[in-house]
């Protein structure tokens, strides 16, 4: 493992990992096998063994938190509890966020979407982007750290937006803000990048798709994210990794 995709001695906080089988479960074990500290944000309350078992990986402290992310309140006193919770090696400070909070929906023709599943795309894609960011920059700012946002090769030139126009329109938007973030927070020494997946091999992809569809694997998902996070990419900022 090289030493410059070592954590050890740095909080990272990834939202989005409640569930087992998806994408942040995986983002937290690559940062675990690291040696980072982990501040895990979700909706719902989580298992309460997933602690155990991101230590027994190598994780240094873990600490699981619920917010309603979409709640900038809510994300403003969820980052306060994770900065008491690791007061007494990193108060204020955070080496990384993780923006995995979010989710996919089909809203079909625009003629014949619903208002109402629209407005959800933004909610748990953009919304919970834009009050995550703003509640921890702050402590991103301290650390001279960065963000990592979850795109999608839909938003992306090229990618197909069909019979999805509502998820690929957040997605566009959480690639907006990422590269704001890139350009405002530069004069900080804060970094921001995000990842654009295809279909992702996760528990919910292959009960809806199958397991023969072409996914991309959680796990180089997470090493990806490691990459962006790391030393390694110190000169990256306000770039789309396109994951096929």
């Known amino acids: ?7 050890c001695d740095q909080l990272i ?3 989005g990992v409640g569930r087992e089988g998806q994408v942040g ?10 040696g980072a500290s982990l501040a895990l944000i979700d909706l719902n309350e989580q298992d309460p063994q997933r602690a155990a078992t991101l230590t027994s990986l190598g994780a240094a402290h873990v600490s699981a938190h619920t917010a309603n992310l979409a709640d900038a309140g809510d ?8 900065s008491w919770a690791h007061r007494d090696t990193h108060v204020g400070r955070v080496h990384a966020v993780v923006c995995v909070a979010g989710g996919f929906g089909m809203t079909g023709a625009l003629d014949e979407s619903d208002p109402e599943a629209w407005a959800k795309q933004f909610t748990i894609n953009l919304e919970t982007a834009f009050a995550t960011t703003r509640a921890f920059l702050p402590s991103v700012r301290a650390a001279k ?7 999608s ?5 090229g990618g197909s937006s069909r019979g999805m126009a509502a998820y690929a329109a ?3 938007g959480v690639l907006s803000l990422m590269r704001t973030v890139a350009l405002d927070e530069k004069a900080h020494g804060v970094r921001a990048n995000a990842v654009a997946p295809t279909a992702i091999r996760t528990t919910t992809n292959v009960a809806d798709m199958g397991d023969k569809a072409d996914y ?9 994210v490691a990459f962006l996070a790391s030393p390694l990419a110190r000169n990256v900022s306000g770039q789309t990794i396109t994951l096929a």
């Not at 750290?145 to 795109?151: A, E, H, M, N, T």
Request: hydrophobic share 50%.
């Open 1 to 7: 493992m090289s030493t410059d995709l070592s954590f």
């Open 13 to 15: 906080v990834i939202t």
């Open 25 to 34: 479960e995986a983002v937290a074990r690559g940062f675990a096998q690291r």
């Open 75 to 82: 994300a403003q006193r969820v980052a306060a509890e994770v």
């Open 145 to 151: 750290g960065s963000f990592v946002y979850f795109g």
């Open 153 to 157: 090769v839909a938003a992306t030139p």
């Open 170 to 172: 957040a997605k566009s």
């Open 216 to 224: 991309v694997e959680r796990e180089s998902v997470a090493d990806v």
